[in-house]
């Protein structure tokens, strides 16, 4: 006979941390605030209190709960969750086993487990769990982490491993209201399996008003399980060729109107021709790499763009996204070279952990290595071999993968939302001839998309409630539109009289990017939808 389990909402769990609360905060106080703010399930935990101190705490807790409806779990002592009648328990993976605490809890009790692994969360399925707490997604100063940080991307893989279940995942470590976004977004299965909530703890403890910082965060999550593709919209399956070079127009006339101002922290072989390129369009240059100039460029620009090339200031280009994503910018990632050593490798995890990409853009080589694949090997920041057997596929996986615009550039080129795949075939040899041509799509694009995130802002009064996408504005158009910006341009340059290789093209290139308008696009445009 099946039993009837408490009906329990993980949206906002809190782990209570008596240590980091303010000075003059009562625990007790600190809690119900936190209730009130939008807290919807509350795990006790004293890590250091004897039993008689632990059982205070624990009751006078779940008194609070009650109050709220709340439901209340306990950390790690089964004795303590019996004797206060809980609603159940967590345990980490060196407690108690699942098995054993079943046996002693009421039949309707909730059992949770903290899992870092796919092999965790499996093991976890079959002990029978309720929910499982998957990361650290970040490092933390509320406790000693005793396994690896699994990072934003790596909750996926552990989400797929709850593929035909109702085990329900929370993340866990380092949660705070200036990722909760990004955790919520980035965490994604492949086949779309998301997070049910978000475990936090000092972030609403250690606040001197728990109330407003639950409430942030409360605020978050409602808005993402409301509206689940948070960061682009995507074509519908009518959406025409022709419609899209006729948007791909319009965002060129909104770069012009509005001239955007483009971050780019790129590297040093290509920053005047970029910033040539940016103008070119329409659109502002500022090249700026120091961190303590991300919060206030953040404000006021269109897009950034990160472009490591020549990795230089890597808690500049840290500090930059995570500032662009907390101002809702959009993000141009161009992982240049990302395969060809270790370090380019580490840093590229290290920039989509912390903040969340809008558009990737990179050759074969290059998302190939971004997505651990074999199929195509790089050399330096150019790729070897004959490509993707199926880059449509490949860019569709990956799109889903990282939660992000993926641009797959090359002879033909390959734009994805995750959803929709668009080919396209403009371009020249000569592009393969000159310095920095694929920084320049990345160039472009980032221009596109801060075109198409300003003019879909300015539509909004500033009193217009906050929701939770990461960017407004159609960003598979604009990443369309940037590549195709630079491959007809490079068709019209190279098919110029004064065009007599690779030393006249470049100026020629710069030249007709300015010249470039609506109508060009829709009669050069090879455009197919996938």
């Known amino acids: 006979m099946s039993v009837q389990k408490p009906t329990v909402d993980y949206s906002l769990y809190l782990v209570t941390g008596r240590e980091l609360l303010p000075e003059g905060k009562d625990y007790l106080e600190s809690l119900e605030e936190s209730i009130k703010g939008g807290v919807t399930l509350v795990q006790v935990r ?12 624990a009751q006078a ?12 779990l306990i950390n790690d002592r089964i004795d303590i969750a019996l004797a206060i009648q809980a609603d159940g328990v967590h345990i980490g993976q060196s407690d108690m086993p699942v098995e054993t605490a079943r046996k002693l809890l009421p039949p309707n009790a909730i059992i949770g487990m903290t899992c870092n ?3 965790h969360v ?7 769990v309720d929910y499982v707490g998957l990361g650290p997604v970040w490092g933390t100063q509320t406790k000693k982490l ?3 940080i699994v990072g934003v991307r790596g909750i996926g893989p552990l989400l797929d491993a709850l593929e035909g279940t109702d085990v329900k995942a929370v993340s866990i470590a380092g949660i705070k209201s200036t990722n909760a976004l990004h955790c919520l977004h980035g965490s994604v299965s492949m086949s779309g399996r998301s997070l049910d909530g978000l475990a936090v703890v000092s972030d609403i403890v250690a606040s001197k008003d728990p109330y407003t910082a639950a409430k942030r965060i409360a605020t978050i999550i409602k808005a993402c399980k409301a509206n689940p593709i948070i960061c682009f919209s995507t074509f519908p399956p009518s959406y025409a060729p022709d419609a899209i070079k006729h948007s791909v127009g319009e965002l060129l006339e909104a770069v012009k109107q509005h001239s955007p101002i483009v971050h780019q922290i790129t590297n040093n072989v290509v920053t005047t021709q970029s910033a040539n390129a940016t103008i070119a369009l329409g659109a502002s240059p500022i090249m700026a790499t120091a961190p303590e100039e991300m919060a206030d460029l953040a404000a006021v620009s269109g897009g950034l ?6 990795i230089q200031n890597l808690d500049g280009m840290v500090a930059a996204g995570f500032n662009y994503n907390q101002n809702r910018k959009p993000v141009v990632f161009d992982p240049v070279g990302v395969g060809a050593t270790g370090y380019r490798r580490a840093s590229a995890a290290t920039l989509l952990n912390a903040w969340q990409a809008t558009v990737i853009k990179g050759n074969s080589g290059e998302l190939a290595a971004l997505a651990n694949s074999n199929e195509v090997q790089a050399k330096g920041v150019d790729s070897v071999g004959q490509g993707f057997a199926d880059p449509a596929t490949f860019v569709r996986n990956l799109a889903r993968k990282e939660r992000a615009i993926i641009v797959l550039t090359g002879v033909t080129d390959y734009v994805s939302d995750g959803t929709t795949v668009v080919r396209l075939s403009n371009g020249h040899p000569l592009l393969g001839e000159i310095t920095g041509s694929g920084c320049m799509v990345g160039t472009a694009v980032a221009a596109f998309c801060a075109g198409a995130s300003t003019a879909e802002s300015s539509k909004r009064s500033p009193d217009e409630a906050e929701d939770a996408k990461l960017v407004r504005g159609d960003m598979l158009v604009a990443a369309v539109g940037g590549v195709l910006a630079i491959t007809v341009a490079s068709e019209l340059a190279a098919a110029r009289a004064d065009v007599k290789g690779s030393g006249t093209f470049l100026p020629a290139l710069i030249d007709e990017l300015g010249a470039l308008t609506p109508e060009k696009i829709a009669t050069y445009g090879k455009v197919e939808v996938i």
């Open 46 to 57: 004293e890590k250091h209190a004897e039993t008689g101190e632990f059982l205070r705490i």
């Open 61 to 72: 807790s779940k008194d609070i709960c009650r109050k709220y409806n709340v439901p209340i």
């Open 117 to 119: 692994t796919v092999e």
């Open 122 to 128: 499996r093991k976890a399925v079959q002990d029978g």
């Open 146 to 148: 005793t396994s690896p």
């Open 305 to 310: 763009l990160v472009n490591f090339g020549t």
